[in-house]
């Protein structure tokens, strides 16, 4: 059984920080291009980052290039997002997404596994 489990979220003044951790299990994690998108109110699900199963190469979306970074560690199965200077705009619910295999999957339609998602509120 496949499972995403997100952490880390929170409150957080504009301009601040926060570091988003999914911990996989059940799944090759060294086959899956990882990802993150999130999910405003009232808004669709938009991609945020991802992290090639075997290059480590990354995509971001423009809204947050230079200022999130997205990693990963094989050896513990976990992937990351470093948020750096949040503002208001970056308040939504963060989920961590597997593809098998995939490339950057900006669609989130082209992931099989998607975690419980993780709340993220930027306060202005």
């Known amino acids: 059984q496949v499972q995403l489990v997100e952490s880390g979220g929170g409150l957080v003044q504009a301009g601040g920080s926060l570091r988003l951790s999914c911990a996989a299990s059940?799944?090759?994690?060294?086959?899956?291009?990882m990802a993150w998108f999130r999910q405003a109110p009232g808004k669709d699900r938009e991609f945020v980052a991802s992290?090639?199963?075997?290059?480590?190469?990354?995509w971001y979306s423009d809204s947050v290039k230079g200022r999130f970074t997205v990693s990963r560690d094989n050896a513990r199965n976990m992937d990351f997002l470093q948020m750096n200077s949040l503002n208001p705009d970056d308040t939504a619910v963060y989920y961590c997404?597997?593809?098998?295999?995939?490339?950057?999957?900006?669609?989130?339609?082209?992931?099989?596994?998607w975690g419980q998602g993780t709340q993220v509120t930027v306060s202005s």
């Open positions: 997404a597997a593809r098998r295999y995939g490339s950057a999957g900006y669609s989130g339609q082209t992931y099989s596994y």
């Open positions: 059940g799944l090759a994690f060294t086959s899956y291009t």
């Open positions: 992290i090639h199963w075997s290059t480590s190469s990354t």
